[in-house]
């Protein structure tokens, strides 16, 4: 399966997950992996399904996604934030976790979408994962969660 993976740091300008999502959103809509109405979408969603995850290490994740009919190009825009941006707990939409990183996941089928969710969360339960893509440089982490998905 091909897919784009886009990484942004992202230092102390977005402080809500509505600015996140829209962020990162953005990066996929100016490389044209995903329709304008897909930014709109996962808004729509995180509030309803929010997508927040806390990690064993104590860290967040955030993995917002939207309809696949909107999506143009199998594309993850991945946002490291420096300081943390609350979401939405995914087991408990009425509690919150602070997330350090997210993963905007964008797929153009239902399949292709559940395929790398699962392995995804597989991957998120190894904490030398997490840190690796918080820690790598910037230009090194599409290429190694990329590897990573093909591996597992």
């Known amino acids: 399966m091909k897919l784009e993976i886009l990484v942004n740091d992202v230092e102390g300008t977005i402080t809500d997950w ?8 953005q990066k996929l809509l ?8 897909y930014i709109r979408a996962c808004l729509v969603r995180e509030k309803t399904y929010p997508t927040g995850l806390m990690m064993a290490n104590g860290q967040g994740i955030a993995i917002p996604h939207a309809d696949y009919t909107l999506v ?11 300081q943390g941006v609350e979401f939405g707990q995914m087991e408990d939409a009425d509690l ?7 993963f905007n996941l964008a797929f153009a089928t239902s399949d292709q979408h559940m395929s790398v969710l699962r392995r995804l969360f597989t991957l998120f339960q190894d904490l030398s994962f997490i840190e690796s893509c918080r820690n790598l440089k910037t230009h090194e982490v599409g290429k190694y969660v990329e590897e ?5």
Do not use: H, W
């Not at 100016?30 to 109405?37: G, H, L, N, S």
């Not at 990573?148 to 597992?152: F, K, P």
């Open 30 to 37: 100016d490389k044209d992996y995903i329709t304008p109405e």
């Open 148 to 152: 990573m998905l093909s591996a597992s």
């Open 96 to 102: 919150t976790v602070e997330c350090s990183i997210m």
């Open 72 to 82: 143009k190009t199998n594309s993850i825009s991945i946002v490291r934030f420096d």
């Open 18 to 25: 509505q600015a996140a999502i829209e962020f990162a959103g």
